[in-house]
């Protein structure tokens, strides 16, 4: 290891990336510190792409607490841009794009059809 990353930074690097996931565990006001503190570490690591994501992180601070305090995650939007690839997929061989804008509007839009049933 020591032959491919000399001067340690590739270590450094990765210990600073774990560091930066702190802040979304903790409660706002302690984010705020963590991520302080994290850009603090990160702008002086010396290594230039840590450096440059300190420097965006520190222009973009505010909105990244505005979405911290409330918690979101993205995790639904991941879900329903899954759900719209596996769509594409199953689409495969459709001759014209409508059937499969259609399809991703069905299987996306929130549509409950049910089959008719014999009444019992």
């Known amino acids: 290891m020591r032959d491919t990353d000399p001067k340690g930074q590739l270590y450094r690097a990765w210990q600073l990336k774990e560091l930066l996931r702190t802040p979304l565990k903790h409660p706002i006001g302690q984010a705020t510190t963590e991520l302080d503190r994290w850009v603090f570490r990160a ?3 010396r290594i230039p792409e840590i450096v440059g994501l300190a420097k965006k992180i520190r222009r973009r601070r505010p909105g990244i607490l505005r979405t911290i305090r409330p918690g979101y995650s993205n995790a639904r939007l991941e ?3 899954n759900r719209i690839k596996v769509t594409i997929r ?28 014999p009444a019992i």
């Open 43 to 45: 702008s002086r690591s």
């Open 79 to 81: 879900a329903f841009d």
């Open 90 to 117: 199953m689409a495969y061989g459709f001759h014209h794009v409508d059937n499969l804008i259609a399809l991703v509007m069905l299987r996306c839009g929130g549509l409950d059809i049910r089959l008719p049933q």
